[in-house]
């Protein structure tokens, strides 16, 4: 990823959190709206989250060697 | 009569099947496309309400019915056999082809039955005519993994049929009708057969077993059919039933976390259908118009970019003989159009804006929420940022990039590839900008408007901070040689036990009486070989049957059995 990319990205995500604080802020449909950037930190937690409990069933569960059936 | 059953899509296409065989090798490739084409005139042509109707064995069969979720169903099952067809036009193998047809054929039968009998028999066509598009890999994992897939299907069909006559038996009625909440004891079988097919966990293990082992165009039409075609029997008839809203938020999660464990492109993606199912089951079972609509629109977009995805992933396979991302990395100069082609299906399926997964996604999880169920909605959108994760971000960066260059070898692609993929790529784009296209044929009005702030604020925010995450955790991501353990661990592991009580120890009885038997009859045949040597005790005992035989003596000797013989009889 070049420097540009991210300041890219970096524009973008500040022109949601513009929109959310004008364009939004008496938008209420759920309890979450209340949360300023709800959206964004349920997306970061969620791939953390995901990223992890996937490691940790693949590492205590489920990870075998592509022969495993077979012997 | 014979003209209307004919002209019915799905019969077209198995007509087209038995047809296909007289056509020489050459233009064999290019004639399986006209069926689909045709279908899909058909299928735009026919009104609501078109019936064709029949009777067997004095039940009423209703072999095509026409309403608008058949029809949408119709239009795009016709439209991906079209697509995958134009896909495998370098294909020389007659089996794949006819498998092929038969396949999409009953699949777009299945949308048009409007009795349950139809409904089995295009079912059983489906499980058939698939598997062989499994074994035409003709590998030892996929002849293993086809004869799985089989018996899973045939198992998933008896249930329906049971389903199906407890239905006739009860009711006395084999039409399609929609049953209410756990209705009846039919129902629930029927339920049962269905969500096999729609791989709902824990009955999904055929799926991921199965697709990465078919050919690689086998896999395109595979990820099309069999479960969109369920997802259809569900709307139809299950909508409302609650237990499958938590069923279907929890295949979502379930099918994104595996993607994220995988390490094959195409068992990724694999998994991650059952991911997509889960969203419109999920739908389904909440069961309001918004829902059911939703689940329709988003299997029908669903079909578009997975096909697509499995056509590039297929391609990779083609070129480099390998979809293990830890021998891939690095093709973005070698494959870029393949690269940039499967980001389109990727940025779909990730519901990004101006892509067909944005307008049906949205429309899935905002009826959640406007169902009141915000907890389901909340998983649905983790399981979206699973989705961007898994399919949108760690498969292709560690096919395309994470290495600067590959000393892979690279073959070069058919250009119908290409095309294929091209026009499957144009339809995610040109649905994503023109949503209403697709939303005049949903089976309820409605005036549901995607381009809204809100979601270009949700999903933005969404799609940002999940790359953000696996772009600090994306080591943890990368290739490994693994394969990873599902529920048919429990039929796959015991199978050599039980294949040593079932088979090999039955095996083994046959084979002790079989060598009993014919032990016994060499020691007979030992003994009448020379009947002198027990008839007359007095002769030579070193007679051989082959060089010398005694016909006196044996002649001889019966006068004298005989004479003992009569003499007892007087006797006594």
Known sequence: MKNWQWIALGILFLITLILEFTVLADYDSHWWNAVPAFYALWGFLSCLAIIYVAKFISNNLVKRDPDYYDR | MIAEFITIPGIILILGALVLP????????????????????????????????????????????????????????????????????????????????????????????????????????????????????????????????????????????????????????????????????????????????????????????????????????????????????????????????????????????????????????????????????????????????????????????????????????????????????????????????YMVGAFSISGLPLFNGFISKAMTVDAAGYAGNETAMLMLILAGVGTFLSVGLKLPYFTWFDKEDTDIEVKPLPFNMYIAMGIAAFLCIFYGLFPNTLYIYLPFETDYQPFTVYHFVEITQIALLTFAGFWLYRKKLGGERIIALDFDWFYRKPAPFFRRIFVNAIDNLFDIIQITVHAFAIRISGQFDNPMKWLNPFGRKDHNAQTYSPPMDVVMAFVLFVVIVLGVFLIF
Request: hydrophobic content about 55%; proline content about 2%; overall charge neutral.
């Open chain 2, 22 to 341: 007289l056509i020489p090798e050459k233009l064999r490739s290019s004639v399986f496309l006209i069926f689909p084409i045709a279908a899909l005139v058909v299928v735009f042509g026919r009104p609501d309400g078109y019936e064709v109707t029949g009777s067997l064995a004095g039940l009423e069969l209703v072999l095509m019915q026409v309403d608008a979720l058949s029809r949408l169903f119709g239009i795009i099952f016709a439209a991906t056999a079209l697509i995958a067809g134009i896909y495998a036009w370098h294909i020389r193998d007659l089996g794949q082809q006819i498998a092929a047809l038969v396949y999409a054929g009953s699949a777009i039968g299945v949308t048009y039955a409007g009795d349950f009998f139809t409904l089995l028999v295009y079912w059983e066509l489906m499980a058939i005519s698939s598997t062989w598009l499994v074994w035409a890999r003709r590998t030892p994992e996929s002849d293993g993994a086809g004869m799985r897939y089989l018996i899973f299907h045939v198992l998933g069909g008896g249930i329906l049929l049971a389903g199906i006559l407890w239905h006739l038996a009860t009711t006395g009625s084999i039409a399609v009708t929609t049953f209410s909440d756990f209705e009846s004891t039919a129902a629930v079988l029927i339920l049962i057969g269905v969500a096999i097919n729609a791989a709902v966990i824990p009955l999904h293990v055929w799926l991921p077993d199965a697709y990465p082992k078919a050919t690689i165009t086998g896999a395109v039409f595979m990820s099309a059919f069999t479960t969109k075609s369920a997802v259809y029997v569900l709307l139809r008839v299950f909508p409302g039933w609650e237990l499958l809203t938590w069923f279907g938020a929890a295949m979502a999660i379930y099918g994104v976390l595996y993607a994220v464990i995988c390490k094959d492109m195409r068992e990724i993606l694999a998994y991650h259908i059952v991911s997509q199912v889960g969203f419109m089951v999920a739908g389904i079972g909440i069961g309001t118009e918004m829902a059911l609509n939703g689940s329709a629109a988003h299997a029908y977009s669903h079909i578009l970019y997975k096909s697509l995805m499995f056509m590039g992933a297929g391609a990779v396979l083609y070129a480099t003989g390998t979809t293990k991302l830890v021998d891939l990395g690095g093709l973005k100069n070698k494959m870029r159009w393949t690269m940039i082609l």
